[in-house]
């Protein structure tokens, strides 16, 4: 790794270790659509919609998908039925059908289980995944193609420079 991505790495490793706390917010959502018999409901440009473990909407789900208007895009959180953070990301799209940003999923007893970006809808760069109790499994990079390009990304090598379209030696 390059020194510029070790403090990243630590904060999201130390960030994998600590239980997330719920969003009591969301479970009082969630009650009040079951109440209703609503599957989504709108409430000043924030929709709350009943969505299933796939994050589907559904009428019988279990989990709450807050979406919320921000310059542009689509702000995401999904919550479980206690109220634990399972996935934050942005999309470009109402429908939510691009994502586009950064992505951040988590395992059902609340600790974090990946983080990456997406790019118009597919995943791109370095992902991180951790287990259950959050220890670091590892990491996928995704959108580079060539060896060289996928080395130079995680700072394990560069590129000597061209002279005249030949490699000059570096010392």
């Known amino acids: ?3 510029s991505l070790l403090p990243l790495a ?11 706390s719920t969003v009591p ?4 959502h969630m009650a009040l659509l ?22 589907h909407p559904s009428p019988t789900g279990e989990f709450l998908r807050v979406v919320s208007p921000a310059d542009g895009e689509y702000s995401v959180r999904i ?3 206690t109220g634990s953070l399972r996935m934050t990301g942005t999309y470009r799209d109402a429908d939510l059908r ?25 995943k791109h760069g370095v992902w991180l995944r ?7 499994l590892a990491e996928r990079c995704y959108g580079i193609t060539e060896p ?8 394990w090598a560069s590129r000597a420079a061209m002279v005249d379209g030949a490699r000059a030696a570096t010392r």
């Open 79 to 81: 919550t479980g039925p």
């Open 25 to 28: 917010a969301d479970v009082e």
């Open 98 to 122: 691009v994502a586009h940003g950064a992505f951040a999923y988590h395992h059902p007893n609340g600790r974090l289980e990946s983080t990456g970006t997406y790019v118009d809808g597919r």
């Open 34 to 55: 079951r109440a209703s018999g609503r599957t989504s409901q709108v409430d000043a440009q924030v929709r709350y919609e009943r969505v299933d473990a796939s994050f």
């Open 148 to 155: 060289e390009a996928m080395l130079e990304a995680h700072g």
């Open 130 to 136: 951790y287990d259950a109790v959050g220890r670091a």
């Open 10 to 20: 630590f904060l999201l490793s130390s960030f994998a270790h600590a239980q997330l």
């Open 1 to 3: 790794m390059t020194r």
